[in-house]
């Protein structure tokens, strides 16, 4: 693994073709303040325009994803404040902007923005000591990047309003059966595990891999009709690209693909 940069708050790194995001502020076990977020924007955008990357991982650390917005921080705000300077919307939301896959890899906890963070994640693996919960009730407000309408849509309305109203935790093996993670393995696997499946990804054809997450982003918004439509065009401008010939053709002739991502 070779270092790329290193800004304060968070490591970034790469494996082969995937970049890593690691949040480095174990202190406040990984709270997110604006430089944090400053900085993870910046890398992902980094990562998103980097040819020799096809995946991005976020992480944190075995205690913690992250605990959720930086409570210090935003106990001096006031609405004015939040309001003028767009707060979340201003450098939280970088990441709905990144055209690459981004897999969250989450151990420990990942509690309001950081539950919300890892939500706005392609996927989640987590960790078998990872916990999940929005407890931003709990000190008077609500959850803020996301949370009331992404939790609803991942584990539907009845575990959402639980977890939003009561502020509880929700472990990993109830996480996966809600549907909130797509696996769990073992603290000592995260990291294995998850560059795994990064690095699978890698090896398809990126353009098909963009086109795929686009598509499957669909289905959050709008109608089935039209999910199924935009779904449809991208499948046919698939058949425009070499790698559509390379891997029908290494299928056909019992080889590996290799795309050139053209
Ligand atoms: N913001 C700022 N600092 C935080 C923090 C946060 N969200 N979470 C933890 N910390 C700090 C603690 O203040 C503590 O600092 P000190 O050592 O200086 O006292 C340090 O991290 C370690 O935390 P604890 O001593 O509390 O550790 P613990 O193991 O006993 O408890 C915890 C861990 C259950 C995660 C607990 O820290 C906790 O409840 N944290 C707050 C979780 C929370 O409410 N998150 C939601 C924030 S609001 C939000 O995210 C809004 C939004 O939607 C955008």
Not at 13 to 41: H, Y
Not at 58 to 79: L, P, Q, R
Not at 115 to 143: S, V, Y
Not at 231 to 238: G, M, V, Y
């Amino acid at each position: 693994m070779s270092e790329t940069s290193t800004p304060e708050l968070i490591q970034v790194s790469t494996q082969g073709r995937v970049g890593i995001v690691t949040l480095n502020r174990p202190k406040q076990l990984n709270a997110l303040n604006d430089q944090l977020m400053d900085e993870l924007g910046a890398a992902l955008k980094a990562f998103d325009a980097d040819d020799n990357i096809g995946c991005i991982v976020i992480t944190g650390s075995e205690k913690a994803f992250a605990a959720g917005a930086d409570i210090s921080a935003m106990a001096k705000y006031n609405f004015h404040e939040v309001y003028k300077g767009d707060y979340i919307t201003r450098n939280w939301e970088t990441i709905r902007s990144i055209r690459k896959p981004v897999i969250a890899a989450v151990a420990g906890f990942a509690l309001g923005g950081g539950c919300e963070l890892a939500m706005m994640c392609d996927f989640i693996i987590a960790a078998d000591n990872a916990k999940f919960g929005q407890p931003e009730i709990k000190i008077g407000i609500i959850p803020g990047a996301g949370g009331t309408q992404r939790l609803p849509r991942a584990v539907g309305k009845a575990k959402a309003m639980d977890m939003v109203l009561t502020g509880r935790m929700m472990d990993a093996t109830e996480a996966e059966r809600a549907g909130l993670v797509s696996r769990v393995v073992p603290l000592n696997q995260l990291m294995d595990e998850t560059q795994g499946a990064a690095l699978m990804i890698c090896e398809y054809s990126l353009l098909s891999v963009m086109a795929a997450k686009e598509s499957v982003n669909r289905a959050f918004e709008g109608s089935l009709s039209d999910g199924v439509m935009f779904e449809r065009r991208l499948f046919h401008a698939l058949f425009a690209t070499a790698d559509q010939k390379e891997g029908m053709d290494a299928f056909l002739n019992k080889r590996k693909a290799s795309f050139s991502h053209s």
